[in-house]
């Protein structure tokens, strides 16, 4: 019984440690091989944000557009069995649009559960590849309750953080956001994203592996701005949400970049913690 607790212990530990920011301070020389250093906020984009908007807008329109996949009364008998679910179409969306396919499936890594896995396809290097989901909290919002025993909080280099926790009080909190910000008949975001199949295949970028001497990073985290102009009817596949109404900023987005060209079969691996000079 002690073994079996512990062992959920250390497994949690293994997953939270590299968000615990006495633990990294402690562990830098350590892991030394495997940071990430930019030499200040301004280069820490490996793509410019027009680029992003154009990669997310090519899949959220062919998305928009194969919407009536499901509901169609004219579609052949094997257009029906594929868009049974749903879910071939949105992966079928995803590989006409972006040119490969990416799926959440159990990682290579010992004690690390789940991973995300190019499934098909070739992705080039600088293309926007995943999305890390979840509740926007300003620096100065509580977060207290829902960031205990959750490894899933990311933060930003000026203190915004998001809660990729597809569980418990985040799932709840970021369901009563999106119901209070929707627009009459249009949604702002996206829930799907807590479900096993979400609607927007890019929105698992929560599960992404942190790499090692072994498994080195072949994405990375970057943060991105919804632009003012970005089309009411595509933020429905957004997979993030403010917390509080009041925020004025712009809608923040972190989403993961390809460091290279990455094919069909590999894990993706990103960095945990990025030293800025």
Same mark, same amino acid.
């Given at each position: 019984?002690?073994?079996?607790? @512990? ?25 030394? !091989? ?10 820490? !984009?490996?793509?410019? $944000?027009? %680029? ?41 969306? &995803? ?9 959440? &499936? ?37 977060? @207290? ?24 009080? *985040? ?18 975001? $996206? ?75 590999? %894990?993706?691996? *990103? ?7």
């Amino acid at each position: 019984m002690f073994k079996s607790v @512990l062992s959920r212990v250390q497994s949690k530990w293994k997953s939270y440690r590299h968000r615990f920011v006495p633990w990294i301070v402690l562990n830098l020389s350590k892991n030394e !091989k495997t940071l990430r250093k930019v030499s200040g906020r301004s280069h820490d !984009k490996l793509v410019p $944000d027009d %680029e992003v908007t154009n990669n997310l807008l090519r899949l959220f329109w062919f998305l928009h557009g194969r919407k009536s996949c499901q509901t169609s009364s004219v579609l052949s008998s094997n257009d029906h069995e594929e868009c049974r679910t749903g879910e071939a179409c949105v992966h079928d969306a &995803m590989l006409r649009s972006l040119g490969f396919c990416i799926h959440r &499936m159990p990682s290579t890594l010992p004690f690390a559960g789940t991973g995300v896995f190019v499934t098909r396809g070739v992705v080039p290097k600088g293309a926007t590849i995943a999305m890390y989901p979840g509740t926007i909290y300003q620096a100065y919002e509580p977060i @207290l309750l829902q960031s205990i025993c959750n490894p899933f909080v990311f933060r930003c280099i000026d203190g915004v953080l998001v809660d990729g926790n597809d569980k418990g009080i *985040s799932k709840m909190v970021f369901r009563s956001c999106s119901a209070r910000d929707r627009l009459g008949p249009f949604l702002t975001s $996206d829930t799907s994203w807590l479900t096993a199949n979400p609607l927007n295949p890019l929105a698992v970028g929560q599960y992404v592996n942190n790499c090692s001497n072994e498994k080195s990073a072949n994405v990375c985290y970057q943060e991105y701005e919804v632009p003012s102009h970005f089309p009411l009817e595509l933020r429905q596949y957004l997979p993030n949400v403010n917390y509080s109404q009041e925020t004025q900023k712009p809608l923040r987005c972190v989403v993961l970049v390809s460091l290279r060209e990455i094919e069909a079969g590999e %894990e993706l691996f *990103s960095n945990y913690f990025t030293i800025v000079h």
